[in-house]
């Protein structure tokens, strides 16, 4: 029989970097259902919030040594999974949080009448084609859903997805704490005059970011500028620093953990987030709620939230030149303009990424799509 008001999640067990947007959906979900059923591992299960209302089913994963124990793995994980879709029969609605291929629960889900819909993290494959020779397996998972959610209209043609837009529904589970991340410290007052947070990958561009520092020195050689992150790219970014004798411009603070963002965001005058590719930034978001403006490239979600020179600045060229080009501009910005782009955006993000606001929106995406 079929429980009406339960529902299932189910994520790839992950690292803790993917332990917020869980938890936020696992909430979401808690706050419209009588029952949520969540199959997931690994440390994004340690943060998923305690309910009784929450039951999990564990499955960890462990990556192997090599590429045929990495295969053997990754399939022996899906099929635990889909042990934890057939165990719980009288649950049939199913979110999938995407972020890798779930072909074989997918499947079987489907073989055993389970509604499945397909909830977007980040683009399906990778911003620079080179996980394109998976396209096939993408796009066949997706033909198998009933549904994909996104973030913003946006995406459907960024990411390729304009032939599955009749199943597509449009719905965030972006929740910002106004309790934490808040404006705290004046916008005159603030140390650094730019600054990024951030993973130190290739997708984030941090690498054009901190190449635009010896640009913006020849306009003010005074400049402040603060970097926050970690990743593949760190030694890199730290030798490019230490070459150019940028350390008297650039003061380098490592890795930030979440519950300490607020307290940096509140030090920087304006955020820049040059990627190549984004779904919808938390960082965007927590930035405008600390009255922190920002500059960010034109991709993902993005041209859906920010309205250049309204509530927050567009990066259109995110080469080191076209970072420089554009700080120089915003930083000649006049005063008022500034403040009413502080304002528009901090009204914005309030509005639109509150628990009330976002859970009222996936109610309406449910009912939807399985009632």
Not at 120 to 135: A, N, V
Not at 206 to 225: C, G, Q, T, W, Y
Not at 258 to 266: E, G, S
Request: proline share 4%.
């Amino acid at each position: 029989m079929k429980d009406s008001n339960s529902i299932g999640i189910v994520r790839f067990p992950a690292s803790s970097a993917g332990a917020g947007p869980l938890e936020n959906l696992v909430t979401i979900c808690d706050s419209i259902k009588d029952k949520v059923y969540v199959i997931s591992g690994n440390e994004a299960f340690e943060e998923l919030p305690e309910s009784d209302n929450i039951e999990i089913f564990r499955v960890d994963h462990d990556k192997g040594s090599n590429l045929t124990s990495r295969a053997l793995k990754y399939l022996s994980t899906q099929a635990k999974m889909t042990v934890g879709m057939i165990k719980k029969h009288e649950v049939k609605d199913y979110i999938f949080f995407w972020s890798g291929f779930l072909l074989v629960p997918l499947l079987v889900g489907k073989l055993i009448r389970k509604n499945i819909s397909i909830a977007l993290m980040g683009k399906p494959f990778g911003y620079d084609s080179e996980q394109e020779e998976h396209m096939p397996v993408v796009q066949l998972c997706f033909s198998l859903s009933d549904n994909l959610i996104v973030y913003s209209p946006n995406l459907i043609e960024e990411w390729g997805l304009e032939r599955f837009k009749d199943k597509i529904k449009i719905a965030h589970r972006h929740i910002i704490d106004f309790n934490r991340f808040k404006n705290i410290k004046k916008y005159q007052e603030r140390t650094f005059d730019i600054g990024y947070i951030g993973r130190f990958e290739e997708v984030k561009n941090v690498r054009s970011f901190v190449r635009s520092a010896p640009h913006l020195l020849k306009n003010d050689e005074n400049l402040n500028i603060f970097l926050g992150g970690d990743g593949s790219q760190k030694e890199e970014v730290l030798d490019f620093i230490e070459k150019n004798e940028l350390g008297r411009n650039i003061h380098y603070e490592g890795w930030i953990e979440h519950d300490n963002l607020p307290q940096y965001l509140n030090d920087i005058k304006l955020l820049v987030v040059p990627s190549y590719s984004e779904g919808l930034p938390n960082i965007m978001l927590e930035a405008m709620a600390c009255g922190t403006p920002v500059l960010i490239s034109s991709v993902g979600a993005v041209p859906d939230i920010v309205e250049d020179g309204e509530n927050g600045f567009i990066l259109e060229d995110n080469s080191p030149e076209g970072i420089a080009k554009r700080v120089n501009e915003i930083m000649g910005c006049d005063e008022e303009k500034m403040k009413e782009i502080i304002e528009n955006a901090h009204e914005m993000v309030r509005k639109e990424f509150n628990f009330e606001s976002v859970v009222k929106n996936y109610r309406r995406i449910l009912t939807e799509i399985f009632d």
